[in-house]
């Protein structure tokens, strides 16, 4: 299972950016990918997740109403698209594949792909 994740960049606040994750269409149909974050001195964060059966997605309340999780298993792509940016949403962003049904468990993420950078800064 290779997840890759992209599409990271310089974004000022109150701009969009879209990040990507891309997989095979196997991996889609056979997990959720799930996106966390890590910010320079904080631990990592679990941010949103969608299931690969019912497409039943998470979000963590501090990206609720801004990030939407995305999935187009034709193009093998998981997305997140993330509006209304604000400085706390700078870290490196990675996704990672594991079991919907376990999401939110300590060592969630049976595999994982490299980070992309999003830094939100005027």
């Known amino acids: 299972v290779q997840l890759q994740a992209s599409g990271g960049g310089l974004v000022q606040p109150g701009g969009s950016l879209r990040v990507s994750c891309a997989a095979s269409?196997?991996?889609?149909?056979?997990?959720?990918i799930g996106w966390f974050r890590q910010a320079p001195g904080k631990e990592r964060e679990e941010i949103s997740c969608?299931?690969?059966?019912?497409?039943?997605?998470y979000y963590v309340d501090s990206v609720k109403g801004r990030f939407t999780i995305s999935s187009d298993p034709a193009k093998k792509m998981v997305y997140l698209q993330m509006n209304n940016l604000k400085f706390e949403d700078t870290a490196v962003y990675y996704c990672?594949?594991?079991?919907?049904?376990?999401?939110?468990?300590?060592?969630?993420?049976?595999?994982w792909g490299q980070g992309t950078l999003v830094t939100v800064s005027s």
């Open positions: 990672a594949a594991d079991s919907w049904s376990t999401w939110g468990d300590p060592g969630w993420g049976d595999y």
């Open positions: 269409r196997s991996t889609l149909d056979r997990y959720a």
């Open positions: 969608i299931s690969s059966v019912d497409g039943k997605t």
